[in-house]
Structures are given as structure tokens and as C-alpha cells.
T-cell receptor
Framework: KAGVTQTPRYLIKTRGQQVTLSCSPI?????VSWYQQTPGQGLQFLFE???????NKGNFPGRFSGRQFSNSRSEMNVSTLELGDSALYLC?????????????FGNGTRLTVT | TQLLEQSPQFLSIQEGENLTVYCNSS?????LQWYRQEPGEGPVLLVT?????EVKKLKRLTFQFGDARKDSSLHITAAQPGDTGLYLC?????????????FGKGTLLTVNP
């Protein structure tokens, strides 16, 4: 069974640009969550999607958005990039998105904003 | 906002030593999970503890959930270089069915041969 696939693995952007990251969950998983990981703040929850609906959202500005498609693949978009957006962005999928359904993480997209 | 504090932040030991890392909060979590993350990879789930006072063993790793479900510990016996990595605890917030985990900042463990 293929794991969670995130593309691209690395991205370099300049301030003010926008970026789109992609996540393909494990086959059969309908919940996709996104996390931002930085050395200073650790992993912080961005949002979670289930069956194309955003069910939960973390404390990030509106520049961070996401969506989920009917095949459960998900994208997240960051507009008007800032230097502080440099981070590892992790996507995780689970079967149902509830406590009894463990998370499976991808290897992340490393975003560098210059 | 529920917070999880992990300690120590960094730990460097010799192969064969024992160690314990801690995960503490002032909030109650419905479950607590431990992950290990290696460089260039995403976190991998090691264990989930749900019941207060629960103890789970995974080979040389022993996980304990506090009686009040606010804290947890991970004990590694006879550490090996392959145990090197970032150990993260994550709490599932009580109530609701949505899956939102609060992560600690992690303990970076280095086991030297």
C-alpha cells in the first residue's frame, strides 16, 4: 500500500509570491490534515478536510487555505508569502479522521521563502 | 489552547543507557500519541494511549499515560543508535469527532555508538 505522497519535496519562493502544495493520501483514507513544522514552534495544526469539507482549522491567517478533491487528494495554498512561512509542511491522512483512526504522515514539503 | 511541554528538549546518550522523556500539560486529553521523526521524513506513530494509568510496551520502549490523562512518559531501555530521532507527543483534544492534534515541540534524542 503506497504511503502519503507530498509534492514537491522542496520549494524556494520569494516574498509576496504564492505557493500550492499537494498531498495524495493513502488509498481509502478520507481525512487529510495539514501541519506546519518549524524549529521554534514545532508542529502546528493548519486544517483538516474530510469528504471535501473543512472540518477543523488552526490559528493561522487567511493567507493559508486548502481544499480537498473528490478523490481525497488535497492541496494547500499560501498567498503573499512571508519569510516566516519558511517551514516543513506535513500532510497526514487517516481513514476517518477520528481518534480511533491513526494518522499517517507524508515526508513533507520543505518551503523556503527568501 | 491546550499546550504540551516536552522535556528534555535535547538528549545525547551512549548506546546501552536508559532514558526517559516527559510530556506534560495542564489540560486533559482524550488520548495521547507518541511519534518518532527521522531527518527528512514525516513523523511515524509509535503508540496511542487512551486510558488514565495505561502502560504500553513496544520492545524496549515503555509508554505511560498519567492517571489524570494530562501527562505521559516514554522510557527507553538499553538505547541503540537506531533509536536516534525526534520524539514527539501529541494530544487529541477532548470532545467532538474532528481530528485535531496538539503536538509538543519534541525531544531530540541522539544515541552514540
Amino acid at each position: 500500500k503506497a504511503g502519503v505522497t507530498q509534492t514537491p519535496r522542496y520549494l524556494i519562493k520569494t516574498r509576496g509570491q504564492q505557493v500550492t502544495l499537494s498531498c495524495s493520501p493513502i488509498s481509502g483514507h478520507r481525512s487529510v490534515s495539514w501541519y506546519q513544522q518549524t524549529p521554534g514552534q514545532g508542529l502546528q495544526f493548519l486544517f483538516e478536510y474530510f469528504s471535501e469539507t473543512q472540518r477543523n482549522k488552526g490559528n493561522f491567517p487567511g493567507r493559508f487555505s486548502g481544499r480537498q478533491f473528490s478523490n481525497s487528494r488535497s492541496e494547500m495554498n499560501v498567498s503573499t508569502l512571508e519569510l516566516g512561512d519558511s517551514a516543513l509542511y506535513l500532510c497526514a491522512s487517516s481513514f476517518s479522521g477520528t481518534g480511533g483512526s491513526p494518522l499517517h504522515f507524508g515526508n513533507g514539503t520543505r518551503l523556503t521563502v527568501t | 489552547t491546550q499546550l504540551l511541554e516536552q522535556s528534555p528538549q535535547f538528549l545525547s546518550i551512549q548506546e546501552g543507557e536508559n532514558l526517559t522523556v516527559y510530556c506534560n500539560s495542564s489540560s486533559v486529553f482524550s488520548s495521547l500519541q507518541w511519534y518518532r521523526q527521522e531527518p527528512g521524513e514525516g513523523p511515524v506513530l509509535l503508540v496511542t494511549v487512551v486510558t488514565g494509568g495505561e502502560v504500553k510496551k513496544l520492545k524496549r520502549l515503555t509508554f505511560q499515560f498519567g492517571d489524570a490523562r494530562k501527562d505521559s512518559s516514554l522510557h527507553i531501555t538499553a538505547a541503540q543508535p537506531g533509536d536516534t530521532g525526534l520524539y514527539l507527543c501529541a494530544g487529541e483534544e477532548s470532545g467532538g469527532s474532528n481530528y485535531k492534534l496538539t503536538f509538543g515541540k519534541g525531544t531530540l534524542l541522539t544515541v552514540n555508538p
